[in-house]
């Protein structure tokens, strides 16, 4: 499995290359355009398993530098890292929710993380203990 820990800034104002598009936040324009568009790519490439396992807003930072500022972080489970790739560089991805996330976020990071198996862990520890011997 795979899990991403997203990190995001939103614009004040939502920033859609149409003249004619209403004004609204960027949080508005991320959690209530993107997010949707999002599932429903997923639903119609037939892909399950992704688990959004936290959403919250920054509070406040405690330790680091100043820069960048984040808004909010997500924390989201993806079966495997094909199955993420396969969502984001679909055509469907690309026209129906690649364009509320470029109007919607002033920054973003998005950083993929995955726990080795244990049986590597469990290896890694053996071996580390039997060369200290």
């Known amino acids: ?30 959690l209530k355009r993107y997010a949707p568009a999002f599932n429903e790519v997923a639903a119609e490439l037939g892909i399950e398993g992704i688990e959004l396992v936290y ?34 560089e679909s055509p469907q991805y690309l026209a129906k929710a690649e364009p509320h996330r470029h109007a919607a976020l002033k920054a973003w990071e998005f950083i993929a993380t995955f726990q080795p198996a244990a049986e590597r862990r469990v290896d890694a520890v053996l071996g580390q203990t039997l060369r200290s011997s």
């Open 55 to 88: 959403v919250g807003a920054v509070a406040q930072r405690l330790v680091g530098p100043a820069e960048p500022t984040w808004d909010a972080v997500a924390i989201v489970h993806y079966p495997d890292f094909s199955t993420l790739r396969k969502l984001l």
């Open 1 to 30: 499995p795979v899990t991403m820990l997203n990190l995001v800034t939103y614009n004040a104002e939502a920033q859609y290359d149409e003249p004619a598009a209403p004004t609204i936040t960027g949080a508005e324009a991320y």
